[in-house]
């Protein structure tokens, strides 16, 4: 029983690693669209492009304490 219970929760984790990585992607797409839109309008983008690179840590150290805990 213990080992279907594992089984079961590496095969989420992985669930949620992927949906986790599709949902940094997506993001990351509005966030273009997003610069895209504010150069063409004047606007400052320096607070979306300072993001961006944080963004990107944060996810990758989910990933690992996922990996880590799994």
Not at 24 to 52: C, F, M, W
Not at 59 to 68: P, Q, S
């Amino acid at each position: 029983m213990l080992k279907a219970e594992v089984n079961g929760a590496r095969i989420k984790i992985s669930e949620l690693e992927k949906d986790l990585i599709t949902l940094h992607n997506q993001a990351g797409t509005y966030r273009k669209e997003l610069i895209e839109l504010r150069r063409r309008s004047g606007l400052p983008v320096d607070d979306l492009v300072a993001d961006e690179s944080t963004t990107t840590i944060i996810v990758i150290v989910i990933v690992i304490v996922i990996k880590w805990h799994a």
